[in-house]
């Protein structure tokens, strides 16, 4: 190979990287997303006199705007992050927390603007979705020496294996190794040393492997962004604080829902509408999670849910299942300070037991607090307990490492298309 050459790296030109950055982005997405509804308000020059009305409704849409675009961009981060379907969630939340602000300081601003900005932010963002598409596909080039076998089967990225010292012309975003790897030999290495001086990222195979498939491999602990195997306290003391806001301002409003679906199950088959189980909590605590009441009393059956076919289950059991409807009176758990909205799902006495023997590190998902949806749900869909723990397990360290807002977010998004669809609910 000529020592001479010089690689480069995808999208590393001048007007690549100004068409596809954040600045570009922020700064002509603001000017279309905020100037365009307030020109055609207002006229040209409506920034040379701004009363409080405008002033308030020009900060409260680039406030939006910001907001949007710094959490798609954090949220993409994230595996099974399919961007298109949650613009428009995005885009609508932040807008209406901006008239609730708006609303709640009785502070003046135009509709008319606002409005045009929310439907300028849903084009924008879209069109930019469908336009960069084609370049926002990872291209990673991957030596082949090492465990590389089951990287080159996930899916989502353009993986492309080497067959020599060489990147044959080809721009990548990336190279992939396994850096630990016995048989990487000095020629790869030098190899590597040179993509790094000419800014091509390598990263470590494992890495690449989590961020795709959305699973942390449970063979050995693995340290978070902060280098540490503590989630962050700051993140913990702020999600239970809206944890406890949000349980109650919906429970008032969840009330007649719960009460009708309680009715029902007593009507349907004799019984309490209440299921009432211990589980393995927070820090390695028992508490008591509260369910609606989905299958018989009268039949026995295994320790956990044998899929929609399960014998056991009831007829307004299945529909709740379904809606998730079942669920709500976990709120109360919520309150309690027991659960999270978001986090590992809380398996029961007996199953944390036997896990405990035969897992390596289950007792580590209790580091947070366990949550009435997560990422394994959503994920993985709520499949058998015993089959799928192994991959469960993943999915929930994955979650631990990566603990933030945004992921939460995600989470929040994907279990809302649950709750419409009904896909993945068990």
């Known amino acids: 190979m000529n020592d001479d050459m010089r690689y480069e790296r995808r999208h590393s030109r001048w007007y690549e990287a100004l068409l596809l950055g954040w600045p570009f982005q922020l700064t002509v997405g603001a000017?279309?997303?905020?100037?365009?509804?307030?020109?055609?308000?207002?006229?040209?020059?409506?920034?040379?006199?701004?009363?409080?009305?405008?002033g308030?409704?020009?900060l409260a849409c680039g406030l939006a705007f910001v907001g949007i675009?710094?959490?798609?961009?954090?949220?993409?981060?994230?595996?099974?992050?399919?961007?298109?379907?949650?613009i428009a969630p995005t885009v609508s939340v932040s807008y209406l927390l901006v008239v609730a602000v708006l609303f709640f300081t009785r502070?003046?601003?135009?509709?008319?603007?606002?409005?045009?900005?929310?439907?300028?932010?849903?084009?924008?963002?879209?069109?930019?979705?469908?336009?960069?598409?084609?370049?926002?596909?990872?291209?990673?080039?991957?030596?082949p020496v090492g465990r590389i076998d089951n990287l080159l089967t996930e899916d989502g990225v353009d993986l492309r294996c080497?067959?020599?010292?060489?990147?044959?012309?080809?721009?990548?975003?990336?190279?992939v190794a396994d850096l630990r790897a016995e048989d990487l030999s000095p020629e790869w290495e030098k190899f590597l040393a040179r993509c790094t001086l000419n800014h091509i990222p390598v990263y470590h195979v494992r890495q690449i492997q989590e961020s795709i498939s959305g699973r942390v491999e449970i063979e050995h602990l693995?340290?978070?962004?902060?280098?540490?195997?503590?989630?962050?306290?700051?993140?913990?003391?702020?999600?239970?604080?809206?944890?406890?806001?949000?349980?109650?301002?919906?429970?008032?409003?969840?009330?007649?829902?719960?009460?009708?679906?309680?009715?029902?199950?007593?009507?349907?088959?004799?019984?309490?509408?209440?299921?009432?189980?211990p589980r393995m909590g927070f820090r390695g605590v028992p508490f008591r999670v509260y369910k609606f009441?989905?299958?018989?009393?009268?039949?026995?059956?295994?320790?956990?849910?044998?899929?929609?076919?399960?014998?056991r289950i009831t007829r307004v059991g299945r529909f709740i299942r379904k809606c998730r409807l079942d669920e709500l009176p976990q709120l109360f758990n919520v309150i309690k300070g027991e659960m999270s909205f978001i986090g590992p799902r809380p398996e029961s006495m007996e199953l944390s037991e036997w896990y405990e023997r035969d897992v390596p590190f289950f007792s580590y998902r209790h580091v947070v607090r366990p949550g009435i949806s997560g990422w394994a749900q959503v994920e993985q869909g709520y499949a058998a307990e015993v089959e799928g723990m192994t991959t469960k397990l993943q999915y929930d360290f994955y979650y631990i490492k990566h603990f933030s807002l945004w992921l939460d977010?995600?989470?929040?998004?994907?279990?809302?298309?649950?709750?419409v669809t009904g896909d993945g609910a068990r």
Request: include cysteine.
């Open 31 to 54: 000017l279309v997303v905020v100037g365009l509804p307030a020109w055609e308000r207002w006229g040209w020059g409506f920034w040379e006199y701004l009363p409080a009305v405008r």
């Open 56 to 58: 308030n409704t020009l």
């Open 69 to 86: 675009l710094f959490t798609l961009r954090r949220m993409h981060r994230f595996p099974g992050a399919r961007i298109s379907a949650f």
């Open 107 to 143: 502070e003046e601003y135009t509709r008319q603007v606002l409005g045009g900005s929310y439907l300028m932010s849903l084009a924008w963002f879209y069109l930019a979705f469908f336009l960069g598409r084609r370049y926002r596909r990872m291209k990673l080039a991957v030596v």
């Open 162 to 175: 080497l067959k020599k010292l060489d990147l044959d012309g080809v721009r990548y975003d990336g190279v």
């Open 222 to 277: 693995t340290e978070n962004e902060y280098g540490s195997l503590l989630p962050s306290f700051f993140y913990q003391g702020f999600k239970r604080c809206v944890d406890l806001v949000a349980a109650l301002l919906l429970l008032p409003l969840l009330a007649p829902v719960m009460l009708a679906v309680a009715t029902a199950i007593r009507l349907d088959t004799p019984g309490p509408a209440l299921f009432v189980q």
């Open 293 to 311: 009441r989905s299958m018989y009393i009268d039949q026995k059956g295994s320790g956990f849910t044998e899929g929609d076919d399960d014998p």
């Open 409 to 419: 977010v995600l989470i929040a998004f994907k279990t809302l298309k649950t709750i």
